[in-house]
C-alpha cells in the first residue's frame, strides 16, 4: 500500500519569502518615526582619530505616496544637520538613497541600496579623497526585540585588505 504525504505551505508564509526575497516597498517601515542615539564618526584629517557625538536625534517620516521617506538629521543642542531621502524602485526591487549636504548646501550622489537576510547594502567602488580610491560598504540593520538601528559607513582603500570604519550610529526608538 503506498501511502501519500502533502507538504502544505500556508501562502503568506510563501509571500513573505518571495517578497524578503525581491525586495518590497515596505521593506523599510521599521524606520519611521523617532530616534535617538550616538554618532561616531573618523575625523578628515588622516589622524585616524574617531569622535563621537551623543544624543543625536533623527526624525524618519514616509514620503513620495508611501514609496520612500525622509531622514532628518539633529545635532544635541537641536540644530538641523541634514536629510536624506530614499526611494523604492518598485520596477527593479531596490532603494535609492540621496543625502543632502548644509555645509556645502548641495545633493550627494545618489546611491543603489538591496535588502536582503535583514540588512540594508550600499557598494561602491571607486571613490575617491584625499588619500586615494576606495571601495564603500554602508550597512544598515535593525533589531526588531531591541528596536535598536545600527548603521557602519566602511572603506576600504586600493592595496588595502581590511575594510576600515568611517562612521557609524547606534539609535534606539523613542
Do not use: C
Not at 524578503?20 to 575625523?43: H, K, P
Amino acid at each position: 500500500m503506498r501511502k501519500l504525504y502533502l507538504l502544505i505551505i500556508p501562502i503568506t508564509m510563501l509571500s513573505y519569502n518571495l517578497r524578503a526575497q525581491s525586495g518590497s516597498v515596505t521593506d523599510l517601515d521599521w524606520i519611521i518615526g523617532e530616534w535617538e542615539g550616538a554618532n561616531i564618526g573618523l575625523r578628515n584629517d588622516g589622524s585616524g582619530i574617531y569622535d563621537t557625538i551623543r544624543d543625536v536625534s533623527v526624525n524618519v517620516r514616509k514620503a513620495f505616496g508611501g514609496f520612500g521617506h525622509i531622514v532628518d538629521w539633529y545635532s544635541p543642542e537641536g540644530d538641523y544637520w541634514g536629510s536624506s531621502v530614499r526611494t523604492y524602485n518598485s520596477a527593479h526591487g531596490f532603494w535609492l538613497e540621496r543625502w543632502f549636504n548644509i555645509n556645502k548646501g548641495e545633493w550627494n550622489d545618489e546611491h543603489k541600496l538591496n535588502w536582503r537576510n535583514n540588512q540594508l547594502i550600499m557598494t561602491s567602488d571607486a571613490e575617491k579623497d584625499q588619500f586615494g580610491i576606495y571601495a564603500v560598504k554602508r550597512i544598515h540593520t535593525y533589531d526588531e526585540a531591541t528596536q535598536v538601528y545600527r548603521y557602519k559607513n566602511l572603506r576600504k582603500y586600493e592595496g588595502s585588505t581590511q575594510w576600515m570604519l568611517v562612521d557609524s550610529f547606534v539609535l534606539k526608538k523613542k
